[in-house]
């Protein structure tokens, strides 16, 4: 096994030009209640599936866990490597390593399309947090599946022990609420390595 040390990383900015309109680095977004963020710059460049499945981000997350998607991705990423995942990736990943060991070091199931999905996905009615890598839709802890209240609210407050800066969003059926997975997010962490300019 590898871990994120071995994967090169890019500026969305020098990625050709099919790559930067379905990435949009850096360009500023509107991510609702007029409120206006940069969509992420730096890069992981994946250059197969396999290397992401051998790629563990922490002992217990592998970066495919956290970048899986389906035929909802843009068929430009979805089926053409090298993939290109934002570094606060590897953030969160810490994160869910902590819930785990708090969730009885029982194993963590991240949906499909509930990691990373790039702005050109179509479950990206607007941008947010899972466009930067920041968020995670747990579907299943150990052998508990996440799809009623008691489950959703026993982990969703384990993971707001996390810190003040995670969300975790309520059960229910309305606008931003989840009835059949637990969404939890670090914020709009965005990262810029030491070696590279923002020029």
Known sequence: ???QTELRIVSGNDLPERYRTLLQPGVLVECGEGVKRRLPRFFYEVG????????????????AEL???DCLESE???????????????????????????AGDE???????????????????????????????IYRVGDC????????????QIFATLGAEVYVAPYGIGEGETDDHLHVDIGYVSITPRKIGED
């Open 145 to 156: 599946y996440l799809d009623d209240r008691e489950s959703i609210e026993k982990y969703g």
């Open 76 to 102: 430009g990423l979805l089926r053409h490597p090298p993939h290109y995942v934002p570094l606060a990736v590897g953030v969160l990943a810490r994160y869910l390593e902590d819930f785990r060991e708090k």
């Open 67 to 69: 970048m899986m998607v």
């Open 107 to 137: 194993k963590v199931y991240i949906s499909a399309n509930g990691g990373y999905r790039s702005p050109s996905h179509r479950l990206t009615k607007m941008p947010g947090v899972h466009n930067w890598g920041t968020a995670a839709d």
């Open 48 to 63: 197969s599936w396999q290397q992401a499945k051998n790629t563990m981000l922490t002992p217990h997350f592998a970066l």
């Open 1 to 3: 096994m590898a871990n």
